[in-house]
């Protein structure tokens, strides 16, 4: 069974810094890519950013390319997503998502960021 | 960027009706849309996918249509757990973008 369990979430104030964790199991988590999704309090879905199965291709959406970093440590079966100069629009739950590049085939529960002063 | 518009914003149906739900994009993306499903509190769930197979586990009520820019997701006979949000989704290109959701009530 695949199973996607976020972390990392929390408060902070705008201008600061978090780092999301997501730990995968179920499936051979090397040889998929991987994804992050967002939703913010009462809206609708949005593609945050993608990682190739080897790290070697990163994709990211243009509100938070320069701010977001993606990556993945395949020996430890997590995806990362390293959020920093965070925004009170970055306000959101935020799920990982086992993807390719392509759709979103299993996701997890969601870990909730709040940015406010 | 390419525009996902679906319609209509909210289906309001009976238990055991059809329903229709429409997802329009800005420009083709061949068969490259998906349909997911999202209960309230919960994470979004994948239905469909290259527009028209259905994922894993996912009962034979739910069918997907459509190709190039007008898709479909037809739900033939509303059970009482399909009363949800449906998003569709293009992936064939960058950025991957999602529709606003169409929320299918009682």
């Known amino acids: 069974e695949v199973q996607l369990l976020e972390s990392g979430g929390g408060s902070v104030q705008p201008g600061g810094s978090l780092r999301l964790s997501c730990a995968a199991s179920g499936f051979t988590f090397s040889t998929y890519g991987m994804s992050w999704v967002r939703q913010a309090p009462g809206k609708g879905l949005e593609w945050v950013s993608t990682i190739s199965n080897s790290g070697d291709s990163t994709f990211y959406a243009d509100s938070v390319k320069g701010r977001f970093t993606i990556s993945r440590d395949n020996s430890k079966n997590t995806l990362y997503l390293q959020m920093n100069s965070l925004r009170v629009e970055d306000t959101a739950v935020y799920y990982c998502?086992?993807?390719?590049?392509?759709?979103?085939?299993?996701w997890g529960q969601g870990t909730r960021v709040t940015v406010s002063s | 960027e390419i525009v996902m518009t679906q319609s209509p914003a909210t289906l309001s149906v009976s238990p055991g009706e059809r329903a229709t739900l429409s997802c329009r994009a800005s420009q083709s993306v061949s068969s490259d849309l998906a349909w997911y499903q999202q209960k309230p509190g919960q994470a979004p769930s994948l239905l469909i996918y290259g527009a028209s197979t259905r994922a894993t586990g996912i009962p034979a009520r739910f069918s997907g249509s459509g190709s190039g820019t007008e898709f479909t997701l037809t739900i033939s006979s509303l059970q009482s757990e399909d009363f949800a949000v449906y998003y569709c989704q293009q992936y064939n290109n960058w950025p991957r973008t999602f529709g606003q959701g169409t929320t299918v009530e009682i």
């Open positions: 998502a086992k993807s390719g590049p392509f759709y979103f085939e299993y």
